[in-house]
């Protein structure tokens, strides 16, 4: 059966039904994961739970550790990852409380983070055309029509450097370039987790609509951690609902994502960088 990674805030473990909750710390060639991983099982799947930013909210956007956390994910044994976050709408009729399974990206940091597994001194280039999983993207949207949730079944998900927030006229640009969703984290996940042939998704819950909106300095901070909490409540929802059926899934678009990718010559892979990177290219070189 397959295993599932749920990376997203702190509080999402606590959902009905999960059970033989434990903690354990991966240690990985790319340093700490952004706080110890949760093991259970949800309806008879095994889940591994990971708070992207650690508990207590304490690391940055362009601080969290991406590659020692897919790879943690990519050891514990998980085959598919499905993220849970918030984001800023850029178009009206996606509105605060909704949710977004977006289908696109675009990139907009500033590449202050690491964002491949493949350097120093062997190379490999992922196809990533269609950077989410389209076989947990329909259960995730059709686990939200069922809870009768708003959900819009695609979206471009821009990506910002952050941790700021964007200025009115950046805002108004995403908003002519015809993007969906704002957010600061998904993309370099989704890149990783394509390298270590994890299948991925997002599950985005919309908070507020950016700076562009009229009503904008309107919106209180009181206003966005009611959005926050009504939003993780419903999304604890939706994965109860979407994890069993994901634990069913026999195969993923992803998992020979590094079949044709690696054009380095094996012999000139250094040692160390073939046994760290074992567990994602150790079926393909020796």
């Known amino acids: 059966m397959t295993k599932v990674g749920i990376i997203g805030g702190s509080g999402l473990y606590e959902i009905e039904g999960f059970s033989g909750e434990k903690e354990v710390s991966v240690t990985t060639p ?15 799947v095994s889940v591994v739970f990971l708070p992207r930013h650690g508990k207590g909210h304490r690391i940055n956007p362009t601080e969290v550790n991406y590659r020692a956390n897919i790879y943690a994910m ?45 350097e120093g001194g062997i190379v490999a280039h992922v196809a990533f055309a269609e950077p989410f999983s389209g076989e947990i993207r329909k259960i995730l ?38 993007m969906d969703i704002i957010g600061m984290t998904n993309l ?18 919309v908070t ?19 959005y926050l909490t009504k939003n993780a409540e419903n999304a604890k929802r ?32 250094p040692a160390k960088k073939k046994k760290d990177l074992a567990i994602l290219i150790g079926k393909y070189i020796k």
């Not at 949207?141 to 079944?153: F, M, N, Q, R, W």
């Not at 998900?157 to 009115?168: A, D, I, R, V």
């Not at 309107?218 to 009611?226: C, G, L």
């Open 30 to 44: 790319f340093g700490k994961t952004s706080d110890k991983l949760i093991t259970g099982k949800l309806d008879g």
């Open 74 to 118: 990519k050891e514990l044994g998980v085959d598919a990852v499905i993220s849970v976050t918030a984001c800023g709408s850029l178009k009206e009729a996606i509105k605060p409380l909704d949710f977004v399974v977006p289908d696109q990206f675009v990139d907009r940091t500033n590449k202050n983070r690491a964002s491949t597994f493949f």
């Open 141 to 178: 949207i059709d686990s939200a029509k069922g809870l009768k949730l708003t959900v819009h079944e695609k979206g471009t998900y821009l990506n910002m450097e952050g941790p700021q927030f964007s200025t009115k006229a950046e805002s108004n640009l995403y908003r002519s370039w015809g």
């Open 188 to 205: 370099t996940e989704a890149k990783l987790a394509r390298e270590a042939e994890i299948s991925y998704a997002s599950l985005a819950a």
């Open 208 to 226: 507020d609509y950016d700076c562009w909106h009229p009503e904008h300095d309107s919106v209180t901070i009181e206003m966005i951690i009611q």
């Open 238 to 269: 939706i994965l109860k609902a979407a994890v069993p059926k994901i634990g069913k899934l026999k195969a993923f678009s992803a998992q020979d994502a590094l079949k044709f990718a690696i054009v380095t010559n094996p012999k000139l892979i």
